[in-house]
């Protein structure tokens, strides 16, 4: 795609539980994302754009490696991946990665291929000491905590671990309380300016700087609970009603008690939702007004995508991260920049189709172990039949914590994949309660039609079983052969189609 003498640069902006749906030009009536919606005219949109799973570090570990999440025996960390970051650098381009999440941080090897990279740990020496501020040191307390009560379990009797279970419930819940509530009195205060004002001065003030070309990622975490917007984007809402719903969804989250949440209460919540994706909105027109003052648009190419959505209670829970639903994997994806037309993509891409289209931009050879196509036009002329496919592998969340230190691995007894195409989407879980919905008429997946529509299901099945013998190959890894397990168990009988 490059034609200029000069190599362009390459800024890549991933946003925290941005579901397309609240999006204005995905059809959303509340006028939550007005510069978001005048940028994507500006560029190529793809209406059908889909995470590789339904939370954080799988769907960016795809997005950055080109690779799928069961692969590599399901541990999405970087030990074993090629990030596009190491295929940059390795061709002249200066890197800079500023995640600033728990997941993505270099605990997990997330700052591989970096030069530059902020996560909110800090560097001592050759040890890793951990930023007091940051959501990586919130990660280590809750997991050693975790792990400490898991050890004790076998010495409690199951009443007494009742009694505890409820002690420890209760001490969380008041903890949650007092860290929303913190947050709230700061915010109030001007203490503490909130995520995108903070990222967007941390990209400026690198890139200002940078040595050119150079390959920028930044994520956004304004949009990920718990949902307390500035004043200034908190329409009647009021603080303590901030504090008690936003409460109310992490008890929701960790302890899955739903029923807590009344109709009013989802109304505030995803009200405070929509006030930080147009607060997000504002700091992204920010941010483009900056770059391009600076001169840097001229020759930079620009994708904006979210690593995966949320939920509202639309399939019985709240931000839930163990489904593949329309609504945590449908995720907006935009390119714009020199020579990149002004127009939408209605076909289905999947995220690891996005690091091979940035090495096409800038005409570099994309190595053997990155999956995804370009999405630049000789990519997408084969694509008329092809669906995509979402992984996930947890039957309860921070599952996949649960190995060792530094490792975030899915559990193949837990698979679930979705195959997604332009009218269905099946959603195969190794329990054997299959789904599937047709995607025109039922849109937010009510329905499951897999007894009407066996022969489409039968399709579907033969997709995923080629899908994983596909990764089982690719990832060249001896655990992962057991998948074949769940392979046998595609088949038709035994409580399956």
């Not at 074993?80 to 500023?98: D, F, H, P, Q």
Request: glycine share 6%; hydrophobic share 35%; charged share 30%.
């Amino acid at each position: 795609m490059e034609s200029s003498k000069k190599k362009k640069n390459v800024i890549l902006l991933t946003v925290e539980c941005l579901r397309a749906d609240r999006i204005g030009t995905f059809g959303y009536e509340k006028k939550t994302t007005p510069n978001l919606d005048e940028l994507f005219k500006r560029g190529l949109l793809f209406s059908r754009a889909y995470s590789a799973s339904s939370w954080t570090a799988p769907c960016i570990n795809a997005l950055l490696t080109s690779t799928y999440p069961f692969m590599y025996d399901g541990d999405v960390t970087m030990n074993k991946r090629t990030s596009i970051a190491e295929v940059l650098r390795n061709n002249g381009y200066t890197t800079i990665g500023l995640p600033f999440h728990a997941y993505l941080s270099s605990f997990f090897g997330y700052d591989k291929g970096f030069d530059t990279f902020k996560d909110g740990i800090k560097e001592k020496g050759n040890t890793k000491e951990i930023d007091s501020n940051s959501e990586a040191l919130k990660y280590k307390i809750r997991r050693y905590i975790r792990m400490k009560f898991y050890k004790f379990d076998k010495l409690f009797s199951a009443k007494e671990k009742s009694i505890l279970y409820k002690i420890w419930t209760s001490v969380k819940i008041l903890r949650i309380g007092l860290v929303i509530s913190k947050i709230a009195l700061l915010d109030k205060r001007k203490k503490y300016p909130k995520m995108g004002e903070r990222l967007n001065k941390e990209i400026l003030s690198l890139l200002k700087n940078a040595h050119q070309p150079f390959f920028l990622w930044a994520h956004y975490l304004d949009t990920h609970p718990p949902f307390l917007p500035p004043k200034n984007f908190s329409r009647d809402i009021g603080m303590l009603s901030k504090i008690i719903v936003n409460v109310k969804q992490r008890i929701a989250m960790f302890e899955n008690k739903e029923d807590a949440f009344k109709p009013k209460d989802l109304e505030k919540l995803s009200n405070l939702f929509d006030m930080e994706v147009e607060y997000l909105d504002f700091w992204i027109k920010n941010l483009m007004g900056e770059l391009d003052y600076l001169g840097l648009l001229k020759d930079t190419y620009v994708i904006i995508t979210a690593d995966h959505g949320t939920q509202f209670l639309e399939h019985g829970r709240i931000h839930n991260e163990l489904e593949l639903y329309q609504e945590l994997v449908h995720v907006p994806l935009f390119i714009m920049g020199p020579g990149i037309p002004c127009k939408e993509i209605e076909l289905p891409v999947s995220h690891i189709d996005v690091s091979p289209t940035i090495l096409d931009l800038l005409n570099i050879n994309k190595p053997m172990g990155l999956l995804g196509k370009s999405l630049l036009n000789n990519g997408m002329n084969d694509r008329g039949g092809i669906g995509v496919f979402c992984e996930e592998g947890q039957s309860e969340r921070g599952e996949a914590f649960q190995t060792e230190p530094g490792i975030i691995k899915l559990n193949k007894e837990s698979m679930k994949i979705a195959y997604i195409t332009k009218n269905r989407s099946y959603i195969f879980r190794n329990n054997g309660e299959d789904e599937l919905y047709d995607l025109i008429k039922d849109p937010r997946e009510r329905n499951n039609i897999i007894n009407e529509e066996r022969e489409m299901a039968e399709k579907c099945l033969e997709k995923i079983k080629e899908h994983l013998k596909e990764i089982t190959y690719k990832g060249k890894s001896k655990e992962i052969v057991n998948i074949k397990r769940a392979i046998k168990k595609l088949r038709y009988g035994k409580g399956r189609i």
